[in-house]
């Protein structure tokens, strides 16, 4: 597919192209208009001289001829009316021709060899192709130059907003450019927009951060309290509530610490199928997880990664799982890959198209929630430099996907996929 340069430059030199053509034409026809004209005119010079001999001396000079069998027939017709008159004939031998009728009825006509291709003509044609094709070329060149110039301002607006788009901060150097042109200010327009978007997303994390930051010491208040209440009904229904407000205060601290950027992972070699079944191990009989069967596909990987952000996603992703899909759940450990497979209703489009997101819980036949939990799995996959897609599997249900980088591997943030479908049954 051509970019825009491509045919910014296809166009000028299109349009050169053309109106060179145009040019050349014009110059052709008027050069041969102008070559016919003077051949006429002077063979309209020399039928007056000849003209003259004869009339004086009654003698034929100059080539001139009396009643010429070979005569033109429309030049003919128009010396029958009276009149003089200059004609170029074609066919295999062009003339030009000039006649008049003089005494007696007869007509006196003066004739020319007059080819077809001029070698001046010709000069001038060769020069005018020379010249429209380097005119052409040249054009092309600077015509490419300008497009390049234009759509390497609109590639680095493209790549600042792409930047942006992937939670990156504005590059006020791409976006705000300099000039007076569109371009110019399509590049203002979209880094005001981007600092814009920034202050608000900085203004929500903070915020986030902040009443986070104050729930947690009045709900630690509330769990210790609620041990000193004297119903034992009570005492369950009250920790209960301040538990579960505990975890989304700390859910939101952690969802705050990964927008901010600063989480960095500590990366250990280990061996991945045994990483795998501790931490189901220790997930059964924790918010909701207990079917759950690990499989282990070859060789065990070795991965260099952060155990406990592993835990931290797979521990989220089972729960999930568990609480929104139906049993058995599967995990599977293929080389540096991991899959969890539940056999549910599988994710909603809305998720496997824009990814989760806090406080947007699945589908109402998938449960409530607060939509924290795949949200943390997709920041701490960020942080180890893992690719974390989510999907439908074959056969139906839900399918999380968790690419780990292997230990010879230089770990790098890749980004998160969102959308990975598999065909059906």
Partial sequence: MMGIRGRIALAISFVTALAVVVLGLAVHHIAAVERDRQALAYQDGLLSSALQVYQRDGQLALGAQLDDSTLPAELSREVAKGRSGTYISGGGDPRVWAATEVEG????????????????????????????????????????????????????????????????????????????????????????????????VEAEREFTADVAHELRTPVAGLVASAELLPHPRAVEMVQERAQTMRSLVEDLLEVSRLDSGVERAQLDPVELPSLVRGIVKRARGQRGVDDVAVAVVGEGRIVATDARRVERILVNILANAAKHGKPPIEVTVDGTRIVVRDHGGGYPPELMDQGP????????????????????????????????EFGTAEGGGAEAVLDLPEAEDEPEERPVVRRATAPGP
């Avoid at 036949?365 to 939990?373: C, I, N």
């Fill in 105 to 200: 009825g007869k007509v006196l006509s003066v004739a020319a060899p007059y080819p077809d291709r001029d070698p001046v003509q010709t000069a001038m044609d060769k020069a005018l192709v020379v010249a429209g094709a380097a005119t052409v070329a040249l054009m092309a060149v600077v015509a490419w130059f300008v497009a390049q110039s234009l759509s390497r301002r609109l590639r680095r607006s493209a790549a600042a907003a792409r930047r942006i788009a992937a939670g990156g901060p504005p590059d006020a150097e791409a976006l705000a450019a300099g000039g007076r042109d569109e371009v110019a200010e399509l590049g203002r327009s979209v880094h005001h927009m981007a600092m814009s978007l920034a202050a608000r």
């Fill in 357 to 388: 997101r806090r406080f947007r819980t699945a589908a109402p036949e998938r449960g409530t929630g607060h939509g924290l939990g795949l949200t943390i799995a997709v920041g701490q996959a960020v942080v180890l430099g893992a690719r974390l």
